[in-house]
């Protein structure tokens, strides 16, 4: 380890600094020597002892050589007497350090506590100032060195999508690999920031950069190599391989089709705040609101795609206000006091120890941002046929192009054009975040988890991809191009037939009926399910009734809502699944405690029965629907037989309550999503009309990994083993006493459903676009006797 | 010139230092930071009691001897460099000394230490005159005589290198400490060494 010698005039001042540095590195060792002061002298006499130096430098030295950093004037000629004191082979290992000294020694501590050696210690600490001067903007007369301005070299902007932005490992990472393009001049800014040009090639002042997931990060390289270099620190600034390799995946399927287009890039406008100051505490809360209503409205047109998630993008907007008056009450414009406030409440959620709490930081930025641009009146992200390197590529066609992009924030795959987008490829992204939901629910072939290398993919270079099979190519020779082709036309095929059949049943060669429902989370999703012929509503998320509001919704507006929803899906069961909610999805009235781990807390059933008069509210409107529609309810998250008897037992109060006795074709059932409800289902199936198994979490919580995890896609994915094991399982139980159903992403995918009508599953309920492409694939099925 | 005349010369100086330490102090504090004489003496001090301790038996080891004293004890700037000019001198010092030799070794360990040029109002500007009327063939009277002249004349010079730095334009107007105390170094040298000592 590369050892440290502090030279100063005054011993206190030596002792903090280094006291202040060690803070940083918590315990690892250190080689740090202090010179300072008058060595026979009390403490407060100030002066530096060349003599002194020498033996500290020695003393700090382990073979790796020493870095001195010092503070000034006889300090700075005291070291050079020092150095001439040492013996040659000493000498050559020790670095002076023109470093300003508590700056410099802080990062040159950070750097050779993590094994640096001296030069680049050195190079660490020099950059210590760079973190103030970002700040504070350079000093009137700094003669710090500037980097050259005028440049003559490529350029490229890409989007950073590491979840902690580009810091401590994603950043070494890309200085590791700026470093070994000793040719080229490589530097970076943050577009979205507005910062100065910083070498790619300092750890520091990459980290001074700021670059949080999300921003803009400008590159430009010149010299021998550049375009590689260009390329591979693009590539990183995106997302680096160790962090999309970590699911050893590749590239995954996550939404099904084939598409053939030419390659075309996400491309955004960076924000750069204006410098206006504030116009007054009343005109800037009026600019703010202004761009709050149009964001709400802009989600508000999205939201239908997956109410969930942009639920709660609705409740960080309000999470996020009262900061931003507050600054604004301070005298911050809006924007900056906007830009302050989502920037804090990210580093709050960045700074949590639970993953899924800190993976809403990205939330919190993509919403944040989308305000920040109705404020400024910058334009929303656009598709482009730029290429990032620059390159003179022929223009894509107007329509029809595959979106290359490091990963989507749910807002921009609500927004994706069918008509414009032909297929997405991502460099990282999981089939089971947010962003592959919404691509499937708009209909878009998508293999997602393609690596950082597809982001260099010229614009206009043809890609040919199989969202079904997991596949792509890039510029497919004819044979390659010719077979994505004939994929393209099977799908096109099938998805003609099945429009066209839509409306009939869904049977298979050897005469099985399966009933094939829609999810459903709004009206107009219930509308969705009769034009494409579901079946039935197999699950109606009610929580879209419950979010963004400060009060539970009354008895006769729910009944108002299940009655229109009812009457879109004209006479076809309607399944209304009890309030859904937990730490993960929270509702404001329903106060659910902190939890370290919210999808293993208080949610689905748990909470209600803990909340239970906004419970017999809900009981009671769907008892009062079931007298006019056919309706099931059903209950989420059942753990135990007991739970199932406490919530029917509620059932009956609310039968009661009502006064007209029990509706005939009311039918009661349970989400069997709770491994341990999987391996019981035999002691629920008496107390139960019907089991719905919710493949999603069932998958999760069997396999212990969490959806939303793109390093954990391979698990998350697909029909695991172990939980086709459950659902037989839940099907020999349920035997022919009571159906069973899957309401999960599996219930849509067609290499599992074969796998789900042999285990005795017979009832399927997907997104309602899907379901005529699931009847189709259901009547494909020849199930095993 | 031998180890008893360099060392009546060296006791000499700290004598000096010891009597104008307040007047340096002074000076030090108009224009830096207010140790100057302090610190000189400090070191001075020191080598006084390191030469009477073991008494050094050559004039090269009696320069190293002050020389390392000086960079350990003086504590300001001018350790290191009055300890360098003493250790340049030590390295260009055979049996007998030649001052004029040993001074300009010494004024460019000092130039190389400091980075000066005279005109930085620093001890490069009473130095540099009298090194050259040595190099002449002056007198070491008339070298110190010009290391008084070059001394007097930094009052009007800003100065460039050191704390005075930092006052820019303020330092103007002000005798240089450092130049100060280099003209005694020399005022003792024409007092023990003059005269064909």
């Not at chain 1, 391996?679 to 107390?687: E, I, K």
């Not at chain 1, 309401?743 to 995918?749: I, P, R, S």
Request: hydrophobic letters at 45%; glycine letters at 10%.
């Amino acid at each position: 380890m590369v050892g440290l010698v502090v030279v100063s005039h005054s011993r206190p001042l030596a002792r903090a600094a280094v006291a202040l540095a060690a803070e940083m590195t918590k315990g690892r060792p250190l080689a740090v020597e202090i010179a300072a002061g008058l060595d026979d002298l009390d403490e407060q006499t100030y002066g530096t002892d060349a003599l002194a130096i020498t033996e500290a430098i020695t003393a700090a030295d382990s073979g790796d050589g020493v870095v001195v950093l010092m503070d000034l004037g006889s300090a700075v000629l005291s070291a050079e007497t020092a150095l001439e004191l040492l013996d040659d082979e000493v000498r050559e290992k020790v670095v002076l350090c023109p470093a300003p000294l508590v700056e410099g020694l802080i990062a040159a501590t950070v750097a050779a506590a993590s094994g640096a050696g001296r030069d680049e210690v050195a190079a660490e600490a020099m950059a210590g100032l760079a973190g103030k001067e970002s700040q504070l903007g350079p000093a009137p007369s700094s003669a710090s060195p500037s980097l050259p301005q005028e440049h003559d070299g490529l350029s490229a902007t890409v989007t950073v999508s590491h979840p902690h932005g580009l810091h401590a490992r994603p950043a070494a990472r890309l200085v590791a690999e700026a470093r070994s393009f000793d040719g080229a001049l490589v530097q970076l800014r943050n577009a979205t920031t507005g910062s100065g040009w910083v070498p790619a090639t300092s750890l520091s002042r990459v980290a001074t950069l700021g670059a949080l997931q999300g921003h803009d990060v400008e590159i430009r390289a010149s010299g021998v190599r550049a375009r590689e270099a260009l390329g591979r620190v693009a590539a990183l600034v995106v997302a680096d391989e160790a962090s999309l390799s970590t699911g050893a995946v590749g590239p995954t399927a996550a939404s099904p089709g084939v598409a053939v287009g030419p390659a075309v890039h996400l491309r955004e406008t960076p924000i750069n705040l204006p410098d206006h100051p504030s116009l007054g505490p009343e005109p800037e809360r009026q600019r703010l609101t202004q761009a709050l209503d149009e964001t709400r409205r802009a989600i508000a047109q999205i939201r239908s795609a997956e109410p969930g998630i942009f639920d709660a993008h609705l409740l960080l907007l309000d999470d996020l206000v009262p900061a931003a008056d507050s600054l604004i009450a301070q005298g911050l414009p809006a924007p900056r006091a906007w830009q302050t406030a989502t920037t804090d409440l990210a580093a709050d959620f960045d700074s949590l120890t639970d993953p899924y709490q800190r993976a809403r930081a990205a939330d919190v930025r993509a919403v944040g941002d989308q305000v920040l641009r109705a404020l400024i009146g910058a334009p929303a992200p656009a598709v482009t046929t730029d290429a990032p390197t620059g390159d003179d590529a022929p223009p894509a066609a107007a329509g029809g192009g595959v979106l290359i992009a490091a990963d989507l924030t749910p807002a921009r795959a609500a927004l994706l054009d069918p008509s414009r987008v032909a297929g997405v490829l991502l460099a990282a992204g999981s089939p089971t975040s947010h962003a592959a939901i919404l691509i499937r629910t708009r209909g878009l072939p998508a293999v997602v988890g393609a690596g950082p290398d597809v982001l260099d993919i010229p614009a206009g270079t043809e890609i040919a991809l199989d969202g079904t099979a997991g596949e792509f190519a890039v510029a497919p020779p004819p044979p390659v191009l010719a077979s994505f082709r004939e994929r393209a036309s099977h799908e096109a095929a099938l998805r003609t037939a099945a429009r066209s059949h839509a409306s009939e049943p869904a049977v298979t060669v050897d005469g099985v009926t399966v009933a094939v429902g829609a999810n459903i989370g709004d009206v107009g999703d219930a509308r969705a399910a009769a034009a494409n012929g579901a079946d039935l509503a197999g699950l109606v998320r009610t929580e879209f009734l419950f979010q963004d509001r400060a009060t539970a919704p009354g008895v006769d507006e729910q009944v108002a809502v299940y009655r229109r929803i009812a009457e879109a899906l004209g006479g076809r069961r309607v399944t209304l699944r009890t309030l859904d909610a937990g730490s993960d999805k929270p509702v404001p009235y329903l106060p659910a405690p902190a939890e370290a781990n919210p999808f293993l807390g208080v949610r689905g059933l748990r909470l209600s029965l803990l909340h239970p008069d906004v419970f017999a509210d809900q009981l009671l409107a769907v008892v009062r629907v079931a007298r006019e529609a056919p309706v099931s309810l059903m209950f989420p998250m059942v753990t135990t037989v007991d739970e199932l008897r406490r919530a029917r037992l509620l059932l009956d109060e609310a039968v009661a309550r009502d006064g007209a006795g029990r509706p005939p074709d009311l039918r009661v059932g349970m989400m069997v999503e709770v491994p341990a409800a999987a391996l019981r289902a035999a002691d629920f199936v008496p107390y139960a009309d019907f089991l719905s198994v919710g493949t999603n979490d069932l998958t999760q919580y069997t396999l212990a990994a969490e959806r939303g995890n793109a390093a954990l896609a391979s698990l998350a994915s697909g029909l695991d083993p172990a939980v086709e094991r459950l659902v037989g399982e839940v099907c020999r139980a349920a035997g022919d006493r009571v159906p069973v159903a899957v309401c999960g992403e599996l219930a849509a995918d067609e290499r599992a459903v074969p796998r789900l009508l042999a285990a005795g599953v017979r009832q399927l309920s997907v997104a309602p676009a899907l379901v005529p492409l699931v009847k189709q694939t259901v009547r494909c099925v020849e199930v095993p006797r | 010139m031998d180890t008893a005349a360099l060392t009546a010369w060296i006791r000499e100086f700290a004598r000096l230092i010891a009597q104008e330490k307040q007047r340096l102090t002074e000076l030090d504090s108009a224009i830096g930071d207010g140790d100057h004489g302090v610190n000189m003496d400090r070191g001075l001090t020191a080598v006084v009691s390191a030469l009477e301790a073991e008494p050094p038996d050559s004039p090269s080891a009696l320069l190293k001897k002050v020389g390392m004293t000086l960079i350990s004890k003086v504590g300001g700037a001018s350790g290191p460099l009055y300890g360098t000019a003493f250790l340049r001198m030590a390295a260009a010092a055979g049996d007998s000394v030649e001052l004029g030799k040993v001074l300009r070794a010494g004024l460019d360990g000092v130039t190389a230490r400091g980075k000066a040029e005279p005109g930085d109002k620093t001890m490069v500007d009473a130095l540099t005159p009298a090194v050259a009327v040595l190099e002449g063939g002056g007198s070491i009277e008339d070298a110190a005589r010009a290391a008084d002249e070059g001394r007097d004349a930094t009052i009007p010079m800003v100065a460039r290198k050191g704390r005075a730095s930092y006052l820019g334009e303020r330092s103007a107007g002000h005798l240089d400490p450092g130049a100060t105390s280099a003209a005694l170094l020399l005022r003792a040298a024409a007092t023990t060494l003059g005269d064909g000592a």
